[in-house]
């Protein structure tokens, strides 16, 4: 019998078996949506570690979320049992992390460095960073994190900023030394907190591959590397890889498609697919079969992706796969943005659970989907928004988490206090922040361990007492770190626990899988950083409707999908009309409705309203561009 | 891939320990010293057998300062063991490719590659017992997290360095059994062709069938041995027969035994049958034909053993042990050797031996490095005065690490000073680099061993086991000297005393600064002459201070060796010697030293013996012998 992989690498097509194979240098794939992409990545890594299985080698490959890692990851253990530890998949910032862990001690980086990605944390690390020097520093003096994180975000550190590199990432030239002065004191507080920002991962490792020795020990571990989605890719990214490379490395394989490209406000480019390919001597096999859309809607995206002038001319047009369902596309047109939604929520609520499953509502932005919630819950119909969460949405997690960073920098003030609130919001407990820190001083002991001492006294409630008394257990260090945590989410879980905390358990087990599927099992440390650079969103509830912004459906197919808000000034939006049109931000607009369409298996409903907010819209122009003409035959008015 | 070092703390006899490896390491040292406990550390931190109970160690290992102190509350055994490439591109790809997430490059200098790994055995609380634990560090020694501390990158690391250990009391029964490490796995790896065994098994089955009906009674006695399966009685019959062969291939094989003779006519005999030496080198060399042909295929093609090897000596007469040493070196993989035998250390190279010894402070060891190191952090300057040392300083940033290369000179050690400027904490610091220097002064260049190698072969085996040296000039006086402790009742093998007719032998400096470097207490009498004189001043210009000097360098205040007999009133002794020796003298004093020293072995010898009974003539041998010799009791 064939294993998993022989059936997988029989069922692909000849250009895709060429591409799984490929031997002969770096090699770019054009792969278009629906094309098989993924497949043709893990048929690669399986292919490369079934064919070496005497060697040690490694091979790297990066994508841009944890959920295409974990997927990819996935497919490998199956493809190729028991070589997967040979692969390393991750995210770029992942890997990043996982390299400074390793060898940040060059840079003065501890292995047990915490990450912060959130925009709280690092205004609180700055405005640390700033009391120090209060004579040159104020309050109002926090709009310069913006200008540090575009800085960082190119890779330019403290000693490289001059007025004009200053002027190009927000700041005025004569505020220059402000912001070097600034940077550095920032820098340095991060240093002694031992932490990274989320640049500063790919920032610092960018520093370590600056030293050839340490580059050419990764081109030597990876032997082949491959980049997922390289169209997302920003400058900082890709400068990385290059200086990983050097001058000698060729086993590069990256697959992109430029007309998906919808990260260019994040520093992705369409020039830089090219600028690869210049670089490295890339190949180029084009992957032009859509095996996902049916023809209409593949001949629809074709015809409006041409319209981007600043668009490669090397791509071939998509074509439908002769398997695709026939599908159909329908339009909708209402009279007010309200009876949009409320008409979509009307045909969805007719829908079985099956179909809601496999039905997407997509949006251009995240304001249009919360309406669009609104309306699905008076229609009694249950949806889930698909978007990335920072932080989680319950008191009780965000203080569990706390609890975990305390125990592991017993002197983070910041976080105590943000565990006192926390737990505030879930359990009465008599004890605010000053009280605490003055009797840790007074007492010579922790800031946890008095909490915990207070908290274990107060005869709190169930499941306050017991969740209480076993965080404190693991604070002394007489119970390991993960039965702890699992029998803290039970404690939560049997107390009828609300919406928000259920999504939140939900997430966790979802985290906890993928860091499992990983590292096997992680320290605290460890956990923590993988926390703070996964997002906290819940595993979708079977049955329900998800909604989800054109980026948050990158990577995603749905049987159905409803496009809504078709209309000028929201797609595209207003912002990019502002600009002339063949601006590049209408551009981007463009390939956000591409990427939007080209999520559908079977039926596509595009739906407009006349008028939102009570402003008149136009139907958007890239209507009549996919070729549906506004003559009125969009649909009688609803 | 070797091991580059070791650092053990709270083991057995050791508190604190660092000791350099090389590819072969020679540790010697009086019992009880520390050599197996540091052999035993080394195998402790690579062997396997890691089970949660049955580890290596157990709760005696941990070393405690007195015997009040509770081994629960100690901090435990820590074992720190170092590899690292002797240039960059030394380690085969296959090594970084498999241990990628434990392996350290060093960027700041030498871009070599290294893996450190500690190892723990301390009380554990939580289990409630003494637990074993290990991390892999950073090139900070910084525990590594995630990836790195998974159990997989330990088995990997052990299975690049297995270790294999021969104690001394090795055995040919065991070592050469169906079940033992090298040859029963060597048969084990053996493929014997499906063909050829099926032959085999026909043909054994042929030869019983034979045998069985050579004697009768062999039939009956199956026949009443039958009478077992009759009284397990089950449902269905069994049957019970006699094998006067072996029934499977492997009961063939196990059988497998080396025979050997001794010269062309003599009889084949096993192995167990000959000499306990023979049968001891057997077992060493059995190491090398199971590294040479299985080895890599049960662990990687790259791996590289270490034999932790016990008294290599063990049973072989003096020439033998002396051959040895280059069979030893010649044995693939990295050595770590403990030996007694002065034959075998005759042919070590000095740079290659571990005196270890036993201190109120625990096991010490002593070398004779090529460098020596200080940790100083990055200084102002301390680059620049490295950069232009022209290759004697060097500076690792991250482990803020000073190495000089041989002895730190007096200019370069000014410059070092100056570079501590206002630094807070610099009188640590100049404390820290004053020692330094003084450390590297030990350093003795390879020139100067090289001369020992060629002068001081013969005895160079036996001064290494000594505890005290005592120097004097020649070969008379080292016979004197000899019957002279005898008279006094302090018998010179008993205490550990080699005592080196330093003339003969190269120069008493450089036994002097070996002394030093080993730790070796030591003292020295010369004559009152010119070339005594110049010993003397060619020790003082090693670096020893006026006082130590006084306190161990001593002279005939009349002159040389005959001069101060004579002055001691020894002249009729000395005529009867001479006379017995069929020496004619006439009663000129001039003559008679002139007769003495052209005779000076014969007349020593005579003297010696004279000197050995008789306690009389002993208290009137020269003071400086006598003060010496008292003084080498208790010395340090």
């Known amino acids: 019998m064939d294993s998993a992989l022989e059936t997988s690498l029989r069922e692909l097509t000849d250009i895709q078996r060429q591409a799984v194979k490929w031997e002969d240098g770096p090699l770019l794939v054009l792969a278009g949506p629906g094309s098989g992409k993924t497949r043709v990545l893990t048929c690669r890594i399986a292919r490369l570690l079934e064919s070496t299985r005497e060697q040690r080698f490694r091979i790297l490959a990066l994508t841009f979320t944890n959920k295409a890692a974990h997927e990819m990851a996935n497919r490998v253990t199956r493809f190729a049992p028991g070589l997967e530890g040979r692969a390393d998949i991750n995210t770029f910032h992942g890997f990043c992390a996982q390299v400074l862990r390793q060898h940040g001690v060059h840079l003065g980086i501890k292995p047990n460095f915490a990450i912060y990605s959130r925009t709280s944390d690092r205004q ?127 086993q590069l394989f990256a697959v992109a498609d430029d007309d998906q490209t919808i990260y260019e406000w994040n520093g ?15 190949r180029v096999v084009q992957l032009p079969t859509n095996f996902r859309c049916p023809p209409h809607i593949v001949e629809a995206a074709n015809r409006l992706v041409v319209y981007n002038a600043r668009r490669a001319a090397w791509k071939q047009p998509a074509q439908p796969s002769p398997h695709a369902h026939r599908g159909k596309i329908e339009r909708r047109v209402f009279e007010t943005d309200e009876k949009e939604m409320a008409g979509i929520a009307a045909e969805i609520a007719c829908l079985d659970d099956v179909a809601r499953a496999q039905t997407a509502i997509l949006a251009r932005t995240r304001a249009l989907l919360e309406s669009m919630r609104e309306a699905l819950d008076a229609a009694g119909v249950s949806a889930t928004i698909l978007i990335r969460r920072d932080d989680f949405a319950s008191p009780e997690m965000r203080w569990l988490v706390t609890c975990l960073k305390q125990i592991a920098r017993p002197l983070d003030q910041r976080n105590m206090a943000t565990l006192v609130e926390t737990f505030g919001s879930f359990a009465a407990l008599p004890l605010d922040f000053n009280e605490l820190t003055s009797r840790a001083a007074a007492d010579g002991v922790t800031l946890m361990s008095v909490w915990t001492h207070t908290a274990r006294e107060a005869q ?179 | ?187 084990k790896a053996l493929e014997i062709p499906a063909g050829l065994e099926s032959r085999a098994l ?94 890599r295929e049960l662990y990687e093609p790259d791996s590289e053993p270490v034999l932790a090897l016990e008294e290599p000596e063990t049973h072989l007469h003096p020439q033998a042990a002396r051959t040895l040493w280059r069979h030893v070196r010649a044995l693939p993989g990295q050595k770590i050797v403990t030996t007694h035998s002065p034959y075998f250390v005759q042919h070590v190279p000095f740079r290659d031996l571990r005196l270890v010894r036993l201190t109120p402070n625990g096991t010490e060891v002593r070398s004779l490095p090529a460098s020596f190191s200080a940790s100083i952090p990055p200084l102002d300057g301390l680059e620049a005065v490295v950069a232009n040392s022209t290759g004697r300083l060097s500076y690792e940033r991250l482990s803020q690490t000073l190495t000089v290369h041989g002895a730190l000179e007096e200019q370069l ?73 005898h008279a006094m009742r302090y018998n010179l093998d008993e205490h550990g005393v080699s005592v080196i007719d330093a003339q003969n032998n190269g120069s008493p400096a450089t036994f002097a600064m070996l002394a030093r470097a080993l730790g070796i207490p030591w003292l020295g009498v010369f004559d009152d002459d010119d070339g005594g004189r110049e010993h003397i001043r060619s ?51 001039g003559e008679l030293l002139h007769r003495l020293r052209s005779h000076k072995t014969a007349y020593a010898a005579a003297l010696a013996a004279r000197l050995r009974g008789d306690l009389d003539l002993a208290q009137r041998a020269p003071e400086a012998f006598q003060a010496a010799i008292e003084q080498l009791r208790g010395l340090t």
């Open chain 2, 202 to 295: 026909r043909v054994l089955d042929l030869l019983n069938r034979r045998l069985l009906k050579a004697d009768t009674r062999l039939r009956k006695i199956a026949k009443t041995l039958s009478g077992a399966t009759r009284i397990s009685a089950r449902d269905r019959e069994g049957g019970l027969d006699l094998r006067m062969v072996p029934l499977k291939m492997w009961d063939l094989i196990s059988r497998a035994e080396v025979i050997l003779r001794n010269e062309p006519d003599s009889p084949w005999l096993p192995l167990r049958r000959q000499g306990q030496g023979i049968q001891s080198l057997s077992i060493i060399f059995l190491f090398q034909a199971f590294v040479d042909h299985v080895l």
């Open chain 2, 413 to 485: 050690y000014r410059r070092l000073l100056r570079c501590c400027g206002h630094h807070e904490r610099r009188s640590d610091l100049v404390k820290t680099l004053k020692n330094l220097r003084d450390r590297s002064s030990r350093f003795i260049e390879d020139d100067a061993l090289r001369s020992l190698e060629t002068c001081a072969r013969r005895m160079r085996g036996e001064i290494f086991f000594a505890e005290r040296w005592l120097m004097v000039e020649g070969q008379a006086d080292y016979l004197i000297v000899h019957a002279l402790a």
């Open chain 2, 539 to 589: 020790i003082q210009n090693r670096g020893f201070d006026a006082a130590e000097l006084a306190r161990r360098c001593r002279t005939h205040p009349d002159g040389d060796l005959e001069a101060q007999l004579v002055a001691d009133g020894l002249e009729p002794e000395l005529r009867e010697t001479l006379a017995a020796l069929n020496v004619s003298v006439g009663q000129d004093e």
């Open chain 1, 124 to 250: 609180a690390v700055l405005a640390d960073a700033l009391r120090r020097n209060p004579r040159r520093f104020g309050r109002n003096d926090q709009h310069l994190l913006p200008v540090i994180d575009a800085l960082k975000a190119r890779l330019v550190g403290p000693g490289q900023v001059t007025p004009r590199i200053a002027r190009r990432n927000g700041a005025s030239p004569h505020e220059t030394n402000r912001v070097v002065r600034a940077y550095r004191l920032y820098e340095d507080e991060l240093h002694r907190t031992n932490a990274l920002d989320f640049n500063s991962l790919i920032l610092k490792a960018y520093e370590l591959f600056g030293y050839p020795a340490m580059a050419q020990h990764y081109q030597t571990v990876y032997r082949y590397w491959l980049v997922d989605e390289f169209q997302d890719t920003n400058g900082a990214q890709y400068t990385l890889l290059r200086r990983m490379a050097g001058e000698d490395f060729h």
């Open chain 2, 1 to 187: 891939m070797h091991i580059t070092r070791i650092e053990i703390r709270n083991f057995r006899s050791i508190r604190h320990l660092i000791v350099d490896f090389g590819e072969t390491t020679i540790f010697v040292g009086p019992n009880n010293a520390g050599k197996t406990a540091i052999l035993d550390a080394l195998r402790i931190a690579l062997t396997r057998r890691w089970g949660r109970r049955g580890t290596g160690f157990n709760e005696y290992d941990i070393h405690l300062p007195n015997d009040a102190v509770d081994p629960k509350t100690s901090s435990g055994v820590i074992i720190d063991l170092r590899t690292e490439e002797s240039e960059p591109g030394e380690w085969p790809a296959a090594i970084l490719e498999d241990l990628a997430d434990i392996v350290q490059v060093d960027i700041s200098s030498t871009n070599r590659r290294s893996v450190a790994l500690r190892t723990r055995y301390a009380w554990s609380e939580e289990a409630g017992d003494f637990e074993p634990s290990w991390e892999f560090l950073d090139a900070k020694r910084q525990p590594l997290v995630g990836r790195s501390a998974r159990r997989v990158n330990l088995e990997r690391f052990w299975r690049y360095l297995p270790v294999f250990y021969l104690g001394a009391l090795r055995d040919v029964g065991d070592d050469f059994s169906p079940r033992s490490q090298f040859w029963g796995r060597l048969l």
């Open chain 1, 268 to 282: 992705a480019n369409v020039h830089r697919i090219r600028k690869l390919v210049d670089d490295f001597s890339c």
């Open chain 1, 460 to 638: 709190l409630p169930s499941p306050a007492a017991e969740v209480v008394s076993a965080v404190s257990s693991l604070a002394a260090g007489d119970t390991k770190l993960s039965p702890t945590v699992r029998e803290i989410l039970g404690h939560f879980e049997n107390h009828d626990p609300h919406d928000d905390l259920k999504d939140d358990l939900c997430a966790w087990r979802r985290i906890e899988r993928e860091v499992r599927a990983v590292n096997g099992f992680a320290s605290l440390d460890r956990l923590l950083q993988e926390l703070e650079m996964r997002s906290k969103e819940p595993v979708p509830v079977p049955g329900t409707v998800s909604l989800a912004t054109i980026h948050g459906a990158k990577g995603l197919e749905f049987d159905t999908v409803y496009l809504i808000g078709m209309a000028e000034e929201i797609l595209p939006s207003w912002h990019s009309l502002r600009k002339q049109n063949g601006s590049a931000a209408l551009e981007e607009e463009r390939r956000g409705c591409f990427v939007a369409i080209t999520r559908t298996k079977r039926r596509l409903i595009l739906s407009r309203a006349r008028q939102y907010k009570g402003w008149p819209k136009q139907p958007s122009r890239f209507l009549e561009e996919m070729g549906f003409l506004n003559d009125g035959s969009d649909g009688p008015s609803q």
